[in-house]
């Protein structure tokens, strides 16, 4: 009798210990829309010949899962005035889709360490044009363009970053980004420089982005 008393005890108590653990952690599975705006892209666009501005919205469920929708305008006008006095000039919109994944174990804290996921799109048109320039020899003529030729790229990206709460609903967030390219169509041009969204053909495939993030 008295074992099956201990035995009884020590069940309601880890049903205890369990019901309160659940109770402490009872937060709602909705918890919220944020938007945001990345600075990085756009500082980049302002400092150089390229560039993008990119506003982004997700949905916070339970502080620990986010999926998110990123929306931007990406343009370059880049001339190659020493080697061979190329124009190339795109401006057009992409798309992300994707979710992140709060990593810290405190996750409602509004601080978060986070990894993610995104699928790409954008469909743009190049111009690619070289100056009038008479050929050293026979003085011919060299130059020629290319206007309107239309283009696409599907890529994904894989990201890890950070978010800080700063006050009220301000967050400020960093993310590096890798990305990988699956289904691309660069028209007669064979390469395009610059593809929005996605940055210049010749740079590196890690990314990254700076969002001034708003709860709403």
């Known amino acids: 009798m008295l074992l099956l008393i201990a035995c009884h005890c020590s069940l309601l108590t880890s049903t205890a210990q369990g019901f309160l653990k659940w109770q402490s952690d009872s937060i709602p599975l909705f918890r919220g829309v944020a938007v945001g705006f990345d600075l990085a892209g756009a500082a980049q666009r302002v400092l150089s010949d390229y560039g993008q501005y990119e506003v982004m919205a997700r949905v916070n469920l339970h502080d620990q899962y986010f999926p998110i929708v990123e929306v931007g305008y ?18 057009a919109p992409y798309f992300r889709i994707g979710a992140d994944v709060n990593l810290m174990k405190n996750k409602h804290t509004g601080n978060r360490v986070f990894g993610g996921l995104r699928y790409a799109f954008t469909s743009y048109k190049v111009d690619i044009v070289r100056q009038p320039f008479p050929d050293p020899v026979w003085l011919w003529d060299t130059s020629f363009g290319v206007r309107d030729e239309s283009c696409y790229q599907h890529w ?13 609903p301000l967050h400020l967030g960093w993310s590096a980004r890798y990305r990988r390219r699956i289904a691309h169509d ?4 064979g390469k395009t420089w610059y593809v929005p969204g996605y940055g210049t053909q010749e740079s590196t495939r890690l990314g990254y982005t700076f969002n001034v993030i708003i709860d709403i």
């Not at 990201?159 to 009220?168: C, D, Q, R």
């Not at 660069?186 to 041009?189: A, C, L, N, Q, V």
Request: aromatic share 6%; net charge negative.
């Open 74 to 91: 990406g343009e370059a006008k880049h001339k190659d005035d020493i080697i061979t006095g190329i124009t190339y000039s795109t401006k």
């Open 156 to 168: 994904v990206e894989l990201l890890f970053g950070v978010e800080a709460k700063v006050a009220g």
């Open 186 to 189: 660069d028209g007669i041009t």
